[in-house]
C-alpha cells in the first residue's frame, strides 16, 4: 500500500516517537510511506534518530506567547492552506492509497485532499484538543471555530483511531458512528528493548547497587506528583536504601531538587536531564518500581508500555483509561486517584513486598504480547481498516 503520512509535530518528544515508530512498521511490512511535515520537522524514520527525546520547539511558544490567541488560531487555520498544497504536491507526484494524518488542532489539509481525490483518510487522535485548550494554555480565544474545525475533521474521516476507548467517548459526542471508530493504543517496539542489560549490570553501571530504585521517565510535569514521593521518601515508611531516578527532564525539576534537599534527600533523588532516547531502555532497567503516579484522563502514555515491555512493578491510578490496559494485582498495583494517602500507601506496599513485585513485573511482561501493544501490532490494524475503507468506497461506487 501507498501512504501519505501527514503531521504537524515540530517537537521531539513523545509525539515523535508515536510518528517515527508507526512510520518504520509499515515499512518494515514492505509498504511505501511518503511522510509530508512541517519544514522545521523534516521527516522522519526509524534509522534517522538524531534528536535528543525532550527537545522542544521554542519558536513556537515563543510566537504563541507574543500573539493574541485569537490570530495565533487563526494562523494555526490557515497554515491548513499550507500544508494543503504541500500535500497536494505529495499526492500527484505519488499517487496514495490512503492519507493518514496525526489529528492537530484547526488542521484540515487531510481532509481538503481526501474530498479532492476520493481516497481514505485514516485519523490518528490523540488528545481531544478542544477540550484541552480550553483547560490550558490561556483558553481558546475562538472556541466555535475550534469546535468547528474539530467536529469537520473527525466526521470527514473514514476512520477515526483514538489511543483510548474515553478517548473515543470524545469523537462519539461529534456524531461519528462506533463502526468508523477504531481505539488502537500507543504501542512499543520490542526490539528497541530487547537489547536491555539485565537490573543488576544497569544498576551497577549507574551507582545504584544495592538500592531499591523507584523509577518515572518522561517530561515532568507538577501534576504527575512526584513532589508525593519525595515527600514520602521522607517518612518511616520508605526504606533507606531507596532512590528515585526521573529519566528526563521537565518544568518542575528545580523545585523537586528544592525539595530533595530541604528533606536531606539530594544524594537519593536523581535526574538524568534529556537523554537519547536509546538510553532510556538502559535506565529502565535498573527500575525495581515504575511510577505512574497520575495521568490525563484519555491519554495512553507512552512510558506505560515501556514499563510493560520491560517487565516492571507499577504503580499506577485505578482510571478508566489505564483499565483498558491494566489489571490490579496482575500487571500493576493500582490505588484511588482520589484518596488522599492511595499513592503513598501503594509505594509502602510494594517497597515491602519482594514477591508482589515480582508477580506484577511478569504480569507487565506478558501484558504487551496478550494486547498485542506494539508498533508492528498497530501498524497491521491501520493497513487493515484502509483496506476495508477502500473495497467500501468501490462498492459504494
Known sequence: ???????????????????????????????????????????????????????????????????????????????????????????????PDMIYERYNLYLLAGVFLKRRLNIPLLLEVNAPLVFERSQHSGGLALPRLARWAE???????????????????????????????????????????????????????????????????GFVREWHGVDRVIRWMATPAAPSHLHLVIVGDGPVRADLEAQARQLNLSERVRFTGVIHRDQVPDWVAAFDIALQPAVVPYASPLKLMEYLVMGKAIIAPRTPNLLEVLNDNENALMFDADAPTGF??????????????????????????????????????????????????????
Not at 7 to 18: I, L, N
Not at 168 to 193: L, M, Q, T
Not at 348 to 369: F, N, P, V
Request: glycine share 6%.
Open 151 to 217: 467536529g469537520l475533521a473527525w466526521r470527514s474521516a473514514d476512520v477515526v483511531l483514538p489511543v483510548t476507548q474515553v478517548l473515543a467517548s470524545h469523537v462519539k459526542e461529534y456524531g461519528v458512528p462506533d463502526e468508523r471508530i477504531a481505539v488502537i493504543p500507543n504501542g512499543i517496539n520490542r526490539a528497541h528493548f530487547a537489547v536491555s542489560p539485565s537490573p543488576t549490570f544497569a544498576k551497577a553501571q549507574r551507582g545504584l547497587t544495592g538500592k531499591l530504585v523507584l523509577g518515572f521517565t
Open 1 to 95: 500500500m501507498k501512504i501519505l503520512y501527514h503531521h504537524r509535530t515540530a517537537s521531539k518528544d513523545g509525539q515523535a516517537v508515536h510518528i517515527e515508530e508507526m512510520i518504520a512498521a509499515l515499512r518494515a511490512q514492505g509498504h511505501e510511506v511518503r511522510v509530508v511535515s512541517p519544514m522545521v520537522a523534516p521527516a522522519v524514520s526509524h534509522a534517522s534518530n538524531a534528536g535528543q527525546m525532550g527537545d522542544n520547539v521554542g519558536w513556537v511558544h515563543r510566537l504563541r506567547s507574543a500573539l493574541p490567541n485569537a490570530l495565533y488560531e487563526l494562523l494555526e487555520l490557515a497554515y491548513s492552506l499550507v500544508a494543503y498544497r504541500r500535500l497536494a504536491q505529495a499526492a500527484k507526484a505519488f499517487q
Open 344 to 397: 503513598e500507601e501503594a509505594l509502602s506496599r510494594l517497597c515491602a513486598d519482594d514477591a508482589l513485585r515480582e508477580k506484577l513485573g511478569a504480569g507487565a511482561y506478558a501484558t504487551i504480547e496478550k494486547l498485542d501493544l506494539t508498533w508492528d501490532g498497530n501498524a497491521r490494524r491501520v493497513v487493515g481498516l484502509a483496506n476495508r475503507s477502500i473495497v467500501a468506497a468501490a462498492v459504494a461506487r
